[in-house]
């Protein structure tokens, strides 16, 4: 009888031995919900690190596993991959990333790849997809891509050398005269102080010139163009005036310039 007990006791160890050494273990393919390192990285991991400003680009590479799509994205400056609960993408669509843990030195044993890091996060936005939601209603909006209501302003940024046009306006001014400007080019000059290239097949630019109510959300105008700029530069800004523009999954402005001849000074 003693003989038969250890027997079985042994038999129950080696069973869950042997469930412990499956191919994949559950979080592996579930990085949504902060999935845990692997247990044997192929180098020394360094602490997870999020990736604060979120990440826009085109896809290079993509592949679906344990019911979540990798992708690989470029968004001009670097290349960075991120996985989120599976969803229809396909190389060369334009995404946007947003906030997420970096898991460094990952290892996906369902693809059998090795990755340097991957961003894990909740959803990734397929701007390119036909299917887009077109109504504000119910969608979240990724972090970071492009803001809403404005964006913050650097500490090192410095507005005391920006003066307003000769026959143009203050970011102020704008907002103080917006229902006169509906459809109408005006002309501004401000600094860069964010921008998020080629989302929906433009630039973002968030311009500031000082002036305006930061309280209120009136010291900062969106700015679309095909025009490359960086945080910082200093900019005359030309085009229409846009009220109440709905481009659908949540990204809807009160005031926006679209298509702007942007020129850095």
Known sequence: MKKLTILLFAGTVLLFLGACNKEE?????????????????????????????????TVMETMDAGGYTYVQVDSGQEKIWAAAPKFAVKVG???????GMAMNNYHSQTLNRDFPVV??????????SPTMPQTASNAKIPEGHPAIGGAPTPDDINFSDIVKPADGMTVG??????????????????????????????????????SGDKAAGTNDLTVTS??????GDTVTVKGPLTLDKDFGYGYKYNLIMENAEVTTE
């Open 25 to 57: 273990a559950p979080t592996a393919e579930a990085p949504a919900a902060a999935p845990t390192q692997p247990s044997t990285p192929t180098q020394p991991t360094a602490a997870p690190a999020a990736n604060p400003s979120g990440t826009s680009g």
């Open 93 to 99: 669509d334009q995404v946007i990333v947003p906030q």
């Open 119 to 128: 961003y894990f996060v909740e959803s990734i936005l397929n701007a390119s």
């Open 173 to 210: 001014e704008v907002y103080a005269s917006k229902a006169d400007l509906a459809d109408k080019s005006i002309t501004l000059r401000g600094k860069v102080v964010k921008f998020t290239p080629q989302i929906m097949g433009t630039n973002w630019i968030h311009v500031q010139d000082g």
């Open 226 to 231: 095909k025009t490359e700029v960086k945080v």
